[in-house]
């Protein structure tokens, strides 16, 4: 049997290499379609929510994934170039020999599953995902000699990301806890979990496109000050004043933009999670949604991505550096500790300090490269969290999108106005900023 097995496998690939071999502009063709790329980056997406990636994880595993993608395809693509030299310390990965044929899509999307497996955790997703596309390339007729050096190449710019990778001091921070200092105004743990802070030196991580995590400061929050006339205490009474009169239109938006990847249920004396969209997914989900609708090509797809990917990242290490700079109490703790016990918040607050809004600030910098790279005031459906029980909700615009995503987390009483309004102002300046930095056209 064994023998038989063999000789069929051989038989099967003597028969492929043999095999009247088809154009390169046909089979290209059929490797062109930006559909693969589009269901491989919502693979990843998967795989990111089955591993509960916290965001700013989440956001980086997307950066050097859709790098891979984009640098493995560039060289098919004469208008075009590399980001090699553009971004901090990144190298211009090694050409293809121009002696020889290569079917760069077939490259581009080995290189982003390359990445993507190494970056996650559960290697069973990939290898099925893989079997199952990889078998749908052989079927175009890219002979055997082009696909396997495609493939090879592929690898080789997974290869180059990845070493980029290693070197951004993501597992030097690794295990790092945070210590609560419990001083007056500063953020402490908070129901229903009081998990631990998340990711205190995400600051320390090397950044993409800033030169440094500091390049864009936000103002000071308003000071700690619980008199009844302070501004502190208006922007309280604010949240709480919201919160205890919720519109069914401000509860829908809070829950829609919730992209909590791991939110608490506690019933009785058990506790249990669901796992969700991250918000970095959520907002490549938007970019598949738009760049479907307008028929992107293969290339202005990847572009797409990558761009948005590191706006994405970016925004999160400067948010970062502000939230553990700042250090802000979280309104759940003012409000629980001040005047009534029993609120909760509409939303689970996340376990990170208040200052300034995660969610506004990557949703405004990843807008603003949508917008740029795909147009402004382009009206889109996003059905991102539909199947998670989120809804539907239409936009005229990106800026309309991540003003919405900015306000929900005031309506989910997570956020206070300033946190919000600030996160957006510093991810409209990152996002400006890749568009400067990182060049993607000749």
């Known amino acids: 049997m064994k023998l ?25 063709a059929k490797a062109s379609d930006p559909a693969y790329l589009h ?28 790098l891979a993608a984009y640098e493995a395809l560039v060289p098919g693509y004469d208008g075009f170039q590399s980001l090699g030299g553009q971004l901090i310390d990144y190298s211009t990965p090694a050409p293809p020999d121009p002696n020889e044929i ?44 082009v696909y396997k050096r495609s493939i090879e190449y592929g690898d080789q710019i997974a290869a180059h990301v990845l070493a980029y990778a290693n070197k951004d001091n993501y597992k030097e921070i690794r295990g790092y806890r945070y210590t ?23 600051n320390t991580v090397r950044t993409f496109t800033l030169d440094s995590a500091q390049q864009f400061t936000c103002p000071p929050p308003a000071k700690y000050d619980l008199n009844k006339n302070s501004k502190f205490m208006e922007l309280c009474m604010e949240v709480y004043e919201i919160s205890n009169n919720l ?16 939110v608490t249920n506690v019933v009785g004396h058990a506790m249990f999670a669901n796992k969700k969209m991250t918000p970095p997914g959520h907002w490549l989900a938007i970019a598949r949604t738009v760049a479907t609708d307008k028929n992107l090509d293969l290339i202005h797809a990847a572009e797409v991505y990558a761009l948005g990917s590191l706006a994405l ?56 490269v949508l917008t740029q790279l795909l147009g402004d005031n382009v009206a889109f459906t996003d059905t991102t969290e539909k199947k998670y029980g989120h809804g539907v909700k239409s936009f005229k615009s990106f800026e309309e999108a991540y003003w919405d995503a900015s306000m929900s987390r005031v ?26 930095t990182a060049i993607t056209r000749k």
């Open 180 to 202: 609560v200092t419990n001083e007056p105004g500063t953020w402490v743990p908070t129901p229903p979990a009081y998990a631990d802070a998340c990711e205190p030196k995400w």
């Open 39 to 66: 269901q491989t980056v919502t693979h990843l997406t998967d795989v990111i929510i089955h591993d509960i990636f916290k965001p700013p994880v989440a956001s980086r595993i997307y950066g050097y994934a859709s």
């Open 247 to 262: 519109t069914e239109e401000q509860r829908a938006t809070a829950y829609f933009w919730d992209d909590n990847a791991f």
């Open 102 to 145: 290569y079917c760069f899509p077939l490259a581009s999307i080995q290189a982003l599953m390359s990445v993507g497996k190494t970056l996650t955790f559960s290697e069973d997703m990939w290898e099925d995902y893989q079997k199952d596309i990889l078998e749908k390339y052989k079927q175009m007729g890219i002979p055997s000699d």
């Open 4 to 28: 038989t097995l063999l000789g069929l496998s051989l038989a099967f690939i003597f028969i492929w290499s043999c095999a009247p071999e088809t154009a390169p502009e046909e089979y290209n």
């Open 411 to 436: 309506y989910g009483g997570i956020h206070f106005r300033d946190g919000v309004e600030e996160g957006t102002r510093l991810g409209e300046k990152i996002g400006h900023h890749v568009l400067k």
């Open 313 to 368: 990242y970016d925004g999160f290490v400067s948010c970062w550096d502000e939230k553990y700079r700042s250090v802000r109490i979280r309104p759940e703790t003012v409000i629980n500790n001040g005047w009534d016990p029993a609120w909760r918040p509409y939303l689970e607050t996340p376990a990170f300090p208040e200052y300034v809004s995660g969610h506004s600030a990557i949703s405004a910098a990843c807008g603003v």
